[in-house]
């Protein structure tokens, strides 16, 4: 890597409460898509009692998808 050449910034990762303000509904109902939906970006555990989404790849199911909710 050169000098003064940029890293490319990592995805914000999003706790599931941030995730469903971010598509608009409840936590209830991101876990769900996140089962039941194809496609639905999968939650990743940190470790115990910490798990999040990528947002990058939950704006992309949006654009895919169109309209949510």
């Known amino acids: 890597m ?4 940029k890293l490319p910034e ?5 706790r599931p409460k941030d995730a469903a303000n971010l ?3 409840s936590t209830a109902t991101l876990y769900r898509w ?3 939906r194809p496609g639905f970006p ?3 555990k ?7 989404f990528e947002q990058a790849e939950l ?9 949510v909710a």
């Open 2 to 5: 050169s000098v003064g050449q």
């Open 42 to 44: 999968k939650p990743t």
């Open 34 to 36: 996140s089962r039941l």
């Open 10 to 14: 990592p995805s914000r990762k999003l």
């Open 23 to 25: 598509l608009g509904i």
């Open 46 to 52: 940190l470790s115990d009692r910490v798990t999040v």
């Open 59 to 67: 704006e992309a199911f949006v654009a895919q998808a169109g309209a």
